[in-house]
């Protein structure tokens, strides 16, 4: 095995391990949060605000194996489609968050999990702050390790210095490492290999799996989509298609 692989493969393992060994209890909270509100026929809305952290959010929508009952906020702003840099300069725009839940409707007495592991930029930040504006119940994904060593007034910072994890309702800690890349290549000065989206993926996918055992506990049948790509997918899909192609923005 090459030293760049048994690096990167050691640092995303390590990352994925400590998600499922020190998070659990937290998921388990966030789920049973999300299975009352699925129990009321609500839909699950879910954000990444920022450039990567909109994978999150596209990671759930119509997935094989994945709750049909997820509503993604998929804003053109801050999508790297329309622009990486422009993105940027979005995702740290104060004010901007307010507009885009605006946008999907998202008001008093929904819930809203907001996925961005850095944790820190303006449209992460006031999407927690409308959240407690609106009523709505937030769920974070985020790091703590990073966002407490990104110092004050840097230009990533949301104007009132502070963190996700302090702000959301509940957080489950993703455990991104300070500056996301972590493998060092020789010659070259900045690290490599990324984790964010690793780390993201991972434990939205793992929040999705629990809140489906919680409402199983609860004797209702979880809304699961199968792989549109076996023989039987179209068959078994279509009644959760029937039932939120007009409710979930981004299914159609």
Not at 77 to 89: D, E, P
Not at 108 to 118: E, H, K, M, P, S
């Amino acid at each position: 095995m090459r030293d760049i692989t048994k690096q990167y493969l050691t640092a995303v393992s390590e990352i994925i391990r400590s998600i499922a060994e020190e998070e659990q209890e937290a998921i388990d909270r966030a789920a049973e949060v999300l299975a009352d509100f699925v129990m009321q026929d609500k839909l699950i809305n879910i954000i990444g605000p920022g450039g990567h952290s909109n994978l999150a959010a596209e990671e759930v929508l119509w997935r094989a194996g994945g709750l049909a009952c997820v509503n993604p906020i998929l804003d053109p702003g801050t999508i790297l489609m329309f622009g990486a840099k422009r993105s940027n300069y979005i995702e740290r725009t104060p004010g901007y968050a307010a507009a885009v839940l605006d946008s999907y409707g998202v008001q008093q007495g929904d819930v809203l999990v907001i996925v961005n592991a850095y944790g820190i930029n303006s449209m992460t930040i006031d999407c927690a702050l409308e959240c407690k504006r609106r009523g709505v119940t937030s769920i974070a994904l985020t790091s703590t390790s990073f966002a407490e060593h990104v110092p004050p007034g840097a230009p990533a910072r949301h104007p009132s210095g502070k963190n996700l994890h302090e702000i959301a309702d509940m957080y489950i800690d993703v455990h991104l490492p300070l500056g996301d890349a972590v493998v060092a290549v020789e010659g070259i000065p900045q690290k490599m290999g990324p984790t964010s989206t690793f780390a993201n993926a991972f434990a939205i996918n793992l929040l999705m799996m629990t809140t489906a055992e919680k409402l199983l506990e609860r004797g209702v049948r979880p809304p699961v989509w199968t792989s549109a790509n076996l023989p039987e997918g179209d068959r078994l899909n279509k009644e959760y298609e029937e039932k939120y192609a007009y409710r979930v923005r981004h299914l159609l």
